[in-house]
């Protein structure tokens, strides 16, 4: 049997790499899974040869200690990699081929999954609808910061590229497909991109720069892109983003007004999620600044596409309400605007295979606009020290070393 390594959260601030058992097609009891999924059988899933698994901000939440997450967990849910072993009851997807894995898993047998509706399947995490590998409260399904992983449900789930040879020329920016490329999309389209919009996103790390990259694919005539993260937001101009340093320059209208005339857009997405940050010099954290603040700048009828993390528990919070999701949001302000908002986790499998389609025909250029950084999985660590540090990098794992530099 092949040895497997995964990359591990052990306290807050704290990752390692360990040996962890090899998968097989049955979901073991380990650190956070669900007592009710024990021993569940997963004869429609396949053990896949991880090929790169990215570093996302969302496990940073995880690892800097803002959940429930148990001591022990696989991190891991952006996923591409090689079947090396089908089920008895996998029909379509067979050993050799060159995957995509979304990080909702989905079973494609519920009316969620049937309505395309696949990060609330009903049918894969005990406690409420939604499911991913490597996260709290998720189920409890194995991550795929890994040399190898299990992926139940394959021939619903998985996107097959349909030459190997081809997409590992393009590996850098197929990887994205299992999560940030999608989440990014999904937040342009959430908030209602078209051609010649103008758009305000929030934050400039990877989502938010895939968020941006989705829009110009879209259409929009402006993309403002801003953050506290002067690296970030060079990384935003370099592929044609315009900027606003909201440390530097705490009124978000005034520097939107600089830029277009008018202090609005069009629309806006939430790229940041539960941990923003007050704007100006000095500013703590304000869980609710960001959406306040799209909601200000957002015209009236505008829409805000918000893929930015939200939790039901945050034990690291700075005040009680916050700790269990509650946030002092302006809703009478988005009321009064008549403003549309679009929540929670991406269906991945509604966009994935046109976004594959973009990039193997090189219109879309996410590696580039995220800045995808290669590493070793004994270098995963380090990487997740440097994420957390603001670097402007998308960190690739290379856990076999099979992807060209």
């Known amino acids: ?43 429609h899933g396949v053990i896949v040869k991880v090929v790169t698994t ?21 991190l891991g849910h952006e996923i591409t990699g090689e079947v090396v072993e089908v089920g ?23 009316r969620s999954c049937k309505e395309q509706k696949t990060h609330i399947c009903e049918n894969v995490n005990p406690d409420r609808p939604g499911s991913a590998y490597g996260y709290v409260d998720m189920g409890g399904w194995v991550g795929g910061q890994s040399e190898y992983v299990m992926v139940p449900y394959a021939d619903f789930q998985l996107l097959k590229f349909p030459d190997k040879d081809q997409a590992m020329e393009k590996i850098l920016d197929l990887t994205m497909l299992s999560d940030i490329f999608p989440t990014g999309y999904h937040g342009a389209v ?11 996103v929030a934050g400039a790390g990877p989502v938010g720069l895939a968020a941006a990259h989705s829009a110009q694919l879209l259409g929009a005539s402006v993309v403002i892109v801003g953050d506290l993260n002067e690296e970030r937001l060079a990384q935003a101009r370099s592929f044609g983003c315009e900027t606003v340093n909201l440390r530097k320059h705490a ?9 277009l005339g008018v202090p609005e857009v069009d629309c806006a997405i939430d790229a940041v999620g539960f941990e923003a940050s007050g704007h100006g010099e000095g500013a703590g954290e304000a869980p609710a600044t960001v959406l306040n603040s799209i909601m200000g700048v957002t015209k009236a009828g505008g829409r805000l596409g918000i ?21 002092k949001i302006r809703l009478g302000l988005g009321w009064a605007k008549a403003h549309t908002f679009v929540t929670g986790q991406t269906p991945v499998m509604k966009y994935h295979r046109d976004l ?15 800045n995808a950084t290669l590493i070793s999985l004994d270098e995963a660590p380090s990487g997740y020290k440097q994420f957390d540090g603001g670097a402007s990098k998308k960190f690739v794992i290379d856990p076999h070393g099979l992807v060209r530099s």
């Open 190 to 200: 959430s908030a209602g991109v078209r051609t010649g919009a103008t758009v305000y």
């Open 307 to 327: 893929p930015g993390l939200y939790v039901t528990g945050d034990p690291g919070a700075s005040d009680d309400d916050a700790k269990e999701g509650t946030l």
């Open 54 to 74: 990215n570093i996302c901000g969302s496990d940073q939440h995880m690892v800097r200690g803002r959940t429930t997450a148990p001591s022990g967990l696989v």
């Open 1 to 43: 049997m092949a040895n497997n390594r995964a990359v591990v959260y052990v306290k807050p601030g704290e990752v390692e790499v360990r040996d962890i058992s090899y998968p097989d097609l049955i979901l073991r009891d380990g650190p956070g899974v669900n007592p009710l999924n024990v021993g569940r059988k997963c004869n």
């Open 356 to 370: 594959m389609m973009s990039i193997l025909s090189g219109k879309a250029q996410i590696a580039k606009a995220v």
């Open 88 to 110: 008895s009851d996998v029909e379509f997807i067979q050993k050799g081929d060159l995957v995509s894995v979304p990080f909702n898993i989905a079973c494609g047998r519920c």
């Open 251 to 259: 009124n978000l209208e005034e520097q939107i007004e600089q830029i």
